[in-house]
């Protein structure tokens, strides 16, 4: 099975960036839409941002339109997400997979914004 490593997560203020990776272990990476989530304690899941295999087709969630920006590197198997303006709602455990697809979730990696 896949595996997918996220990483770049951390304390941000508001209004300041991070900008998350996330690393896929094989090369069917390349193949497949990609998607960022993020959960929240005692929450589901939320999708927060998608972006098709080749990179042509890109959506967000409303909230973070204009403020984040979904990319990927298939040749390095990696998927980004560049967060800018943070907000304290944005903060949670953020997650890559392929959009709306099953299989095993990686560890995510953590947000906070916090002044």
């Known amino acids: 099975e896949v595996q997918y490593m996220e990483s770049g997560g951390g304390l941000a203020q508001p209004g300041g960036s991070l900008t998350l990776s996330c690393v896929a272990s094989d090369f069917s990476f390349r193949t497949r839409p990609m998607s960022w989530y993020r959960q929240i304690p005692n929450e589901p899941r939320e999708w927060i941002a998608r972006i098709s295999h080749g990179s042509v087709s890109i959506d967000y969630l409303g909230t973070v339109q204009g403020r984040f920006i979904i990319s990927r590197d298939n040749a390095k198997k990696t998927l980004y997400l560049q967060m800018n303006d943070l907000k304290p709602e944005d903060s949670g455990i953020y997650y890559c997979?392929?959009?709306?697809?099953?299989?095993?979730w990686g560890q995510g990696t953590p947000v906070i914004v916090s002044a």
């Open positions: 997979h392929p959009h709306l697809a099953g299989g095993p």
